[in-house]
């Protein structure tokens, strides 16, 4: 499948490779954090700049009627370049278990690589869905939990936004790979009825 690179050019395509350089200053400050906890509310304001511009060009896309297949590859590479520099920082500065940073790199190489096995198969980008987005939210309030976990002093929250944000990505995973199946399926009928 070949991507048209003059889709790039619009409102919700530039607020998605936004995104990806924000992860510059979160890549910075996240490596800072476990030893100046202090910078945990600037790590609080670049999660919520990258969480409305994710809302955002989703918005715009369908507002303006600028849904494009370059768009459905860049927005959620947006969301798994935050969340893999942030996992990855948190990992190494050992403020998060190591399975589940094992566990987000994996549901983001499997689906990444489903993803191009998927639209090779189909010829068009299997967009992300409520789901998907719903996973990101959920690994987003983790990594808020991590970083107010002082000020916060409760390990039910923190305990409990792990093991959430950990089921909602084997649950993602699943449904991807369903997802995945059906569309190869429905384009396999669709190419023996056109024979």
């Not at 191009?116 to 789901?131: A, E, H, R, T």
């Not at 929250?157 to 944000?165: F, G, K, P, Q």
């Not at 995973?173 to 056109?194: F, P």
Request: net charge positive; hydrophobic share 50%; charged share 20%.
């Amino acid at each position: 499948m070949k991507l048209n690179w003059n889709e790039l050019h619009t409102k919700s395509n530039y607020l998605s490779i936004f995104r990806i350089f924000l992860g510059i200053p979160i890549f910075v400050y996240t490596g800072k954090f476990a030893e100046n906890p202090e910078l945990r509310f600037l790590l609080f304001g670049l999660f919520f700049l990258a969480y409305i511009t994710d809302i955002l060009d989703g918005y715009l896309a369908r507002k303006f009627n600028e849904i494009t297949e370059f768009g459905k590859i860049v927005d959620p590479l947006a969301d798994k370049v935050i969340i893999a520099i942030v996992v990855i920082q948190f990992y190494l500065t050992d403020v998060i278990p190591e399975y589940y940073f094992w566990i987000i790199i994996l549901r983001d190489v499997i689906i990444f690589l489903g993803g191009i096995y998927v639209s090779n198969k189909i010829g068009k980008v299997l967009p992300s869905n409520k789901l998907g987005k719903a996973t990101v939210f959920t690994i987003m309030l983790f990594f808020l939990a991590v970083i107010f976990n002082r000020d916060l002093n409760s390990a039910f929250v923190y305990d409990s936004l792990l093991y959430l944000s950990t089921i909602m990505c084997f649950i993602s995973v699943l449904v991807y790979a369903y997802r995945g199946y059906e569309s190869i399926k429905w384009k396999k009928n669709e190419t023996i009825q056109k024979s």
